[in-house]
């Protein structure tokens, strides 16, 4: 059994930054694939940003340039450092964990979830 536990959320202006950490414990989650998922009112469920066990990183286009994904296989933690945060970027992130990388993507094969953590951008 996988658990994970997301931190880091708040609310912050336009322009400002936040990370977010995920904790995560069971077996096998050195090795799995990572994700930072978000869903904003209305929305979908979608990747925001991916790591692969062996460190490849995936980003959707409305992030490139201002998120970081990150992860410390030591600590189990998978962080996103996001920057330039905008109005669009308000939704609940969840981290999840999907065993195959090539998967990333489909929410639906998404194995794990976290309880996610609200990120408001509003002045």
């Known amino acids: 059994q996988v658990q994970l536990v997301e931190s880091g959320g708040g609310l912050v202006q336009p322009g400002g930054s936040l990370r977010l950490s995920c904790a995560a414990s069971?077996?096998?989650?050195?090795?799995?694939?990572m994700g930072w998922y978000r869903q904003g009112s209305g929305n979908q469920r979608e990747l925001v940003a991916g790591?692969?066990?062996?460190?490849?990183?995936d980003y959707t286009d409305p992030v490139k340039g201002r998120f970081t994904i990150s992860r410390d296989n030591a600590q189990n933690t998978v962080y996103l450092k996001m920057n330039s945060l905008k109005p669009e970027d308000t939704a609940v992130y969840y981290c999840?964990?999907?065993?195959?990388?090539?998967?990333?993507?489909?929410?639906?094969?998404?194995?794990?979830w976290g309880q996610g953590t609200q990120v408001t951008v509003s002045s």
């Open positions: 069971g077996s096998s989650v050195g090795i799995s694939a």
């Open positions: 790591i692969s066990g062996g460190g490849n990183t």
């Open positions: 999840g964990l999907v065993r195959f990388w090539l998967f990333r993507r489909q929410a639906n094969r998404v194995e794990y």
